[in-house]
């Protein structure tokens, strides 16, 4: 985790066992692992309530997006009866508008 090996872990431990104590040790030991157990369980809260806001502002602007595209949609439909009108060529001809699929009309 830290680059600690088994040399190190046992000089920590005997630098603690004579600072604290033998009587101490369980107890300090018990703490600490509290405290990590609780920092850990902290940091995952804090993850998850960051992804729920992630998730919940993608959400807002996909949902923006989406009325966007279709009030785009709504404004760009043509007025009833002018869907099937001919429209005059340059020379004049008449030239049957052509649908999205590339076809023309019927």
Do not use: C, W
């Not at 104590?21 to 157990?37: E, V």
């Not at 009030?71 to 004049?92: D, L, N, R």
Request: aromatic share 4%; net charge neutral; no cysteine.
């Amino acid at each position: 985790m830290f680059g600690l090996g088994i040399p190190e872990l046992i000089v920590i431990f005997v630098i603690a066992l004579v600072v604290f104590g033998p009587k101490k040790l369980p107890d300090l030991g018990r703490a600490l692992g509290k405290g990590i157990a609780e920092f850990k369980r902290a940091s995952q809260e804090v993850k998850d309530t960051i992804e729920t806001e992630v998730r919940a502002a993608e959400n807002k602007i996909d949902i923006e997006k989406l009325k966007s595209d279709v009030e785009g949609t709504v404004t760009g439909v043509p007025a009833a009866g002018t869907a099937h009108q001919e429209t005059q060529g340059s020379k004049g001809t008449a030239v049957a508008e052509k649908g999205p699929d590339g076809y023309g009309k019927s």
